[in-house]
């Protein structure tokens, strides 16, 4: 079992920041993906950013690219999303998401059928 909590979300202006935290807990090493995906009102669950437990360059969304930056501490079993130059297109709530299985195709790390544990999710909003 593995619990994931995030924190972070909240209200901003559009061209403002915000930083999500995800803390994971319990079967940790078990972990190879940690990710984030998000979900606005009406539409379907979304890939956002991806890394691996250990090693390897964070993957990203097209439409995140250049203004998130998704990170690790492995110490703290926690990654953050730094989140700048908001949209309100990016209003949404995100979700962590743990994926305890490797994979090497290219954007398997994207699917979201492949996550075995998910947090409660937080809400982000950007107003223009």
């Known amino acids: 079992q593995v619990q994931l909590v995030e924190s972070g979300g909240g209200l901003v202006q559009a061209g403002g920041s915000l930083r999500l935290s995800c803390a994971a807990s319990?079967?940790?090493?078990?972990?190879?993906?940690m990710s984030w995906f998000r979900q606005a009102p009406g539409k379907e669950r979304e890939f956002v950013a991806a890394i691996r437990w250990s090693g390897d360059s964070p993957y990203y969304a097209d439409s995140v690219k250049g203004r998130f930056t998704l990170s690790r501490d492995n110490p703290k079993n926690t990654v953050y999303l730094q989140m700048n130059n908001l949209k309100p297109e990016d209003t949404a709530v995100y979700y962590c998401?743990?994926?305890?299985?490797?994979?090497?195709?290219?954007?398997?790390?994207?699917?979201?059928?492949?996550?075995?544990?998910w947090g409660q999710g937080t809400q982000v909003t950007v107003s223009s």
């Open positions: 998401a743990a994926d305890l299985q490797n994979c090497f195709s290219s954007g398997c790390y994207a699917q979201r059928h492949r996550y075995d544990y």
């Open positions: 319990g079967r940790t090493f078990s972990i190879y993906f």
